[in-house]
């Protein structure tokens, strides 16, 4: 029974870290004392004892407390035990590569096909789809494999950006990209628009937030998903 919330960033425009998303952790994480955090991700480079505070700051106002998962000794046990699971945003590539390389992969699948509540952002939420390879991030290293956890059957381009009316900008698009993207793969992808975020209950997924969110398949014109939906590929 998957209990998580896929969100598109940490941080909206005027708001401080998760603020935007706090009325809904607090019923999401119901019951929960102690929050494990997965910090690998890392933006800018900052330590993992950094990036923990930030995420404890925020869940404090909501009474509850976060451990980082680099704590633990044994993070397959951290994961096993733990009441509620956040992984924060950065890079995904560096995020991938700290999951492959303490083998907790399939530990934390197992966990969140159970039933733990999870919060993902940015990063945090790329991990949740068939793989990475929709990802904005620059590949700062060379994770052993793009495949992630699966518990969406679609991948997640976080920060999701339409096209600037009258800019003068001549690179990509995100839907370029995309598109390119399909070119070699069959994976839906969904670009999720800041602020906006995925409700997962088990199989149901349910878009939420005040934006549409842009679903693109294989040959196919993109469709764009209002809010309160179930997403469904």
């Not at 509620?84 to 699948?109: A, M, P, R, S």
């Not at 949740?128 to 590949?139: I, L």
Request: contains cysteine.
């Amino acid at each position: 029974m998957k209990n998580m919330i896929i969100a598109s960033t940490s941080t909206v425009f005027g708001s401080t870290y998760l603020e935007y998303l706090l009325p809904t952790l607090k019923t999401h994480f119901k019951n929960v004392k102690t929050i494990v955090f997965i910090p690998f991700a890392r933006p800018g480079g900052i330590t993992y004892n950094a990036y923990t505070a930030i995420a404890n700051k925020a869940f404090a106002t909501i009474n509850i407390a976060v451990k980082g998962l680099h704590e633990f000794e044994n993070k397959k046990e951290a994961l096993q035990n733990a009441e509620g699971i956040f992984t924060g945003g950065g890079n995904t590539f560096e995020l991938v590569n700290q999951i492959y390389k303490h083998d907790i992969l399939q530990t934390l699948k197992a966990v969140l096909e159970n039933g733990t509540p999870y919060l993902g952002t940015s990063a945090g939420s790329n991990i949740c789809g068939v793989n990475m390879k929709n990802t904005n991030d620059m590949p700062i290293v060379y994770p052993p494999s793009f495949k992630t956890l699966g518990c969406i059957p679609f991948n997640i381009n976080a920060h999701y950006l339409d096209p600037e009316e009258g800019s003068t900008h001549m690179g990509e698009t995100r839907e370029t990209r995309i598109k390119e993207f399909h070119v070699f793969n069959d994976t839906p992808v969904l670009g999720l628009r800041e602020g906006s975020w995925l409700a997962v209950k088990n199989d149901e997924i349910t878009l939420k937030g005040s934006h549409t969110a842009r679903l693109f398949t294989k040959d196919n014109a993109a469709i764009e998903l209002e809010s309160g939906v179930e997403v469904v590929v």
